[in-house]
């Protein structure tokens, strides 16, 4: 059973984490600032550290630079209340693994966790680039190009397209768009799936994204 540290003093965030990834058999540690986040992670124990930037003391970008400058491989997601383009920028290209927003869905996280344990663990690690059709998505540095160009696209438009490319030529239904990209509890009846393909495809290319009439979409 694998093991995750959660560095986070706000303690009803923690709490809620720690309850919702034990109810999915993992084993959680709760540290409350800088310090112990990076002598804990130090152990060797944890397969993977959730990480909140405005720690006391020593702050979040401090535990992430601490941890890779002693070359630490332990997984690290961020979770925090920056939502800036700076400061996602500045987590990941410090070495973070994946950065999510609050508030946020304990799904999505849940998700995110998994990947990054498979990961981690299957010795020579999976991709960090995605290619399909002429669009590439680094995932370390979230940054998406087409056809060599680069474009911007919102949080929400990359989870999109990245569960689309990790899946190529799969039919995907709106139901399961939802599930993985927007959480369990969103209204299967929303629109919203609908709205942000048609975004998409006026992104990357309308003949990239196909839909399946009456059961969802596909790319590539």
Excluded at 36 to 64: F, I, K, N, Q
Excluded at 106 to 129: D, P
Excluded at 199 to 219: F, H, M, N, P, S
């Amino acid at each position: 059973m694998d093991h995750i540290l959660i560095a986070e003093d706000e303690e009803h965030i923690a709490r809620f984490v720690g309850k919702g990834l034990r109810a999915h058999h993992f084993h959680t540690t709760v540290v409350a600032d800088g310090q112990d986040a990076v002598a804990h992670a130090a152990t060797g124990r944890y397969a993977l550290l959730v990480l909140d930037l405005g720690l006391p003391g020593v702050d979040g970008y401090a535990v992430l630079r601490a941890l890779r400058e002693a070359r630490n491989p332990i997984p690290i997601i961020i979770l925090t209340a920056r939502d800036g383009v700076r400061d996602t920028v500045a987590g990941l290209e410090g070495g973070a693994d994946d950065y999510m927003t609050k508030p946020f869905r304990f799904e999505e996280l849940l998700a995110r966790v998994r990947l990054r344990l498979r990961t981690s663990g299957n010795g020579q690690g999976e991709a960090s680039v995605l290619s399909v059709d002429g669009v590439t998505l680094d995932l370390r540095t979230r940054r998406a190009t087409v056809a060599e160009k680069s474009v911007d696209l919102s949080t929400r438009e990359f989870a999109l397209l990245e569960l689309m490319m990790r899946h190529p030529g799969q039919v995907l239904s709106r139901e399961q768009i939802l599930d993985r990209v927007w959480g369990f509890d969103f209204d299967p009846g929303s629109n919203v799936v609908d709205v942000y393909v048609r975004q998409l495809r006026r992104k990357i290319g309308a003949e990239r994204i196909t839909t399946v009439r009456g059961v969802g979409y596909r790319c590539g």
